[in-house]
């Protein structure tokens, strides 16, 4: 047994050279592994313009809103909106109790309907006096307008201004000029006229409307509820666009002009930016804090945006034209000094960069660069100098 074991041995050592394997196994090339190449974004660099900006936050708030309150006590006997809901311009939004202000109503209604006739029999039998002579009311408006131009040079008093303009209406009057007006007064046709009015006014504040088209908020109160005049019943949000107020650095302030370009930036949103425009600047600055209110309007056709939402604000200054520029993440540091990764040839070269102005995501590059020249923007942070790189190119421009 032990020879054989040995003999097994000896065979299995030699078997490849008598088989002629470590021959071959010798001869065979070697494939060497390919290094694997790291994904990253990159943008082919361009002169353009470049937006300076100023920053701020703030929060949103509808461009226009309303707290509609009671203009008249009474039960709320219905309500028609609820919080959310849009609502066109003078939409009915709650009523009151009216049965109160419709009694007076038609209690007005059937005193002017007396006054009329009283008016009528009144002018038919021409109980008035005879009309004095138009003479002295001629006097009487000649003497009126001499007044006014002395009390125009400051040669007359306005007592005796007003003394003259009496004296012209009584001769007036006496002439039967307004000889209808004065029969309706004193039939009591406009006194009943006035009282119809206000029974008109008074039943229609029974009506809570829609001041204009918006969205309702914060409702305070439910059916069947007494409301006072001047009870807040709810809010009424205009925001088919929106605005924030932010305070701005005066020497920023003094560049910016109304129209300007803004971006709005909503961390709720997923920091989804929204672009607007520069609806006002204050020509105030606060000396305490140097800075002046500037307000930004944003579109807001969806809805999207709400009331009190927290806004990052970038405010378009002023434009520097024809520089190149890249944006800030593809700016590094290394060993103190600013560089970019170039790409050549499916691998990325560190190249130093002087840079000059910065403006929110934007760093002007002096030197360093050409136009024409692809740089990395994501994905570079660990990369070494020459590293393979597979590109995937993106919008750089803004």
């Known amino acids: 047994m032990l020879v054989l074991g040995i003999v097994a041995l000896l065979v299995y050592a030699f078997w490849p ?3 002629g394997e470590s021959t071959e196994a010798a001869n065979r090339p070697v494939v060497e592994a390919s290094p694997a190449r790291t994904l990253v974004e990159a943008i082919v660099v361009q002169r353009r313009g470049v937006p300076l900006r100023a920053e701020a936050t703030g929060r949103l708030a509808p461009w226009r809103q309303a707290e509609i309150s009671a203009e008249t006590s009474g039960f709320v006997r219905h309500r028609h909106v609820e919080e959310g809901q849009r609502v066109p311009q003078n939409a009915v939004l709650l009523r009151l109790d009216d049965r109160a202000a419709r009694i007076e109503m038609q209690e007005a209604e059937a005193a002017l309907l007396k006054a009329r006739i009283d008016y009528a029999v009144a002018m038919r039998t021409d109980v008035l006096p005879v009309p004095a002579d138009t003479m002295r009311m001629a006097r009487a408006r000649a003497a009126l307008l001499q007044a006014q131009i002395a009390f125009d040079r400051g040669e007359l008093s306005l007592v005796e201004l007003q003394r003259m303009r009496r004296r012209f209406e009584t001769e007036r009057e006496l002439a039967g000029v307004d000889r209808g007006d004065v029969q309706a007064i004193v039939s009591g046709l406009v006194q ?51 605005k924030v107020e932010v305070d701005v650095l005066e020497a920023d302030l003094v560049r910016l002009k109304a129209g300007a370009r803004a971006w709005v930036r909503i961390p709720a949103l997923a920091d989804e930016i929204f672009e607007g425009f520069v609806h006002t600047i204050n020509p105030r600055v606060e000396p305490a804090t140097g800075t002046g209110r500037v307000t930004v309007v944003i579109p807001n056709p969806q809805g999207r945006l709400m009331a009190g939402l927290f806004a ?73 100098h020459e590293a393979p790189v597979e590109v995937v190119l993106v919008e750089g421009n803004r």
């Open 17 to 19: 050279m008598l088989t």
């Open 192 to 242: 009943a006229e006035l009282r119809l009015e206000r029974a008109r006014l008074a039943l229609s504040r029974t009506e809570v409307r829609a001041p204009f088209a918006g969205r309702v908020a914060s409702v305070d109160v439910e059916e069947g509820q007494h409301a006072a005049a001047g009870d807040p019943l709810l809010v009424l949000l205009d925001d088919t666009r929106m």
């Open 312 to 384: 990052y604000v970038a405010l378009e200054v002023t434009r520097l034209p024809d520089r190149l520029a890249v944006p800030s993440e593809a700016v590094l540091v290394r060993q103190g000094q600013d560089l970019v990764f170039r790409i050549e040839d499916g691998r990325v070269n560190w190249v130093y960069v002087t840079v000059g102005e910065r403006s929110g995501d934007d760093i002007v590059i002096r030197e360093g660069l050409r136009p024409g020249d692809t740089i990395a923007v994501g994905g570079h942070f660990a990369l070494a």
